[in-house]
């Protein structure tokens, strides 16, 4: 095997990749700065049970495994980085005020989360801690529309949905709550007959409930079909009550769409969740929701609330950038001229010196201009060059 080739769906970025990617990143960031968004940076390993606290096992399956040498204990490279900047929040800030971070950095996966997906992917996101109310939902679902907007995706679809219905449905049957997980996975699935299978022995009520939520996915009108087939239980009351709010906060930046059986994420999820997609993407670009019970292993459990996406998928969804227009230069160490160029780059100009019996071969630069000696003058001057 050549020594230059890459395991499976990791991948060089290139320059033109790199620089739209660079460019999302800064402005992404920026964006949530103005929201008043704390940067931090966790590290790219940790000890293998703090990684993985309160994750579930679909976690646990996309980390990569390791052992320390120094310290003879497991390691992880970090999946995901919400738990991390839930630990940071709870055990390291333990702050008492509503606190809100943000984040930007690689993350590894053991498989590909789809069929062209990179193993590698780039994520940033947002996360507000102390606060319960549906205030601090409705401000991370605007965050994360504002900033698709801003990267340049006008027409996004919102689905919102909510963990409470199905553990409300489950909490008072004790078969549906041994089989949560394998719920979970057929309802993600929608897969109807596995469904039927294992709710055959619930009581009716219970086994209608989760049947009715496949069907349960449309416009904002589901929410009242769902008030009218669910169960009159305060923790469905509840539920559809928050995304009806969510719902209509919204209106008039997103396309708005529920899908009560949709519960990717739900193993360390406890509350309103949604996904963000985007045209040329079928996958959500953009996931979050709410996850109040992570820190609580960290000791110290908080309200928490946040999204996050992966800026290299997002990145590929975007047209090429421009090439931007730059001066070309002589190599030379006379004073006047590498004054010059010194005032071109203050001003902002790029300015790249071709090396002596070389030319330039770039990928994001088009020198449409060179700084040439006036023979007149003796001065550097700018030449358009066309």
């Not at 497991?74 to 971070?101: E, F």
């Not at 009242?224 to 719902?247: H, M, N, S, T």
């Amino acid at each position: 095997m050549p020594n230059w080739l890459l395991p499976e769906n990791i991948a060089d970025v290139l320059p033109s990749e790199a620089r739209k990617i660079e460019e999302l990143r800064r402005l992404m960031l920026d964006n949530f700065r103005l929201y008043g968004y704390e940067l931090v940076m966790p590290p790219l390993l940790e000890y293998l049970e703090s990684l993985l606290t309160g994750t579930g096992t679909d976690i646990d399956l996309r980390t990569f495994k390791l052992v320390d040498p120094i310290s003879g204990r497991l390691l992880g490279l970090r999946p995901d980085m919400t738990t991390q900047v839930a630990r940071i929040d709870a055990h390291l800030l333990n702050r008492a005020s509503v606190t809100r971070l943000c984040y930007a950095g690689n993350v590894l996966h053991t498989h590909p989360s789809g069929l062209h997906a990179t193993r590698e992917p780039l994520q940033i996101g947002a996360e507000i801690y102390g606060h319960a109310g549906l205030e601090a939902d409705a401000e991370i679902q605007e965050l994360a529309l504002s900033t698709l907007a801003l990267a340049g995706f006008p027409q996004v679809r919102l689905d919102l949905t909510h963990v409470g219905v199905l553990r409300a449905i489950i909490e008072g049957d004790a078969a549906a709550a041994r089989d949560e997980a394998a719920l979970y996975l057929a309802l993600r699935a929608k897969d109807v007959s596995d469904l039927k299978a294992l709710t055959a022995n619930y009581a009716p009520q219970t086994r209608d409930a989760l049947l009715a939520l496949t069907q349960l996915y449309g416009d904002i009108d589901v929410l009242k079909k769902a008030r009218e087939v669910l169960p009159d239980l305060p923790g469905i009351a509840k539920a559809l009550a928050e995304l009806a709010a969510l719902a209509a906060s919204a209106l008039g930046r997103a396309e708005v769409a529920i899908d009560l059986a949709d519960l990717r994420g739900y193993q360390y999820e406890s509350g309103a969740m949604f996904a963000l997609y985007v045209p040329g993407l079928p996958n959500a670009v953009a996931r979050g929701g709410r996850y109040d019970h992570v820190g609580e292993a960290f000791g110290r459990a908080r309200p928490a609330t946040g999204f996050s996406l992966d800026l290299r998928e997002l990145a590929r969804l975007l047209p090429t950038a421009e090439r931007k227009h730059s001066i070309r230069a002589p190599w030379g160490n006379a004073p006047e001229l590498k004054e010059k160029i010194a005032e071109l780059r203050k001003s902002g100009e790029v300015v790249i010196q071709s090396m002596p019996g070389h030319s330039n071969e770039l990928d994001e630069f088009e020198c449409d201009r060179a700084l040439v000696l006036d023979d007149n003058s003796s001065q550097w001057i700018l030449k358009n060059l066309g």
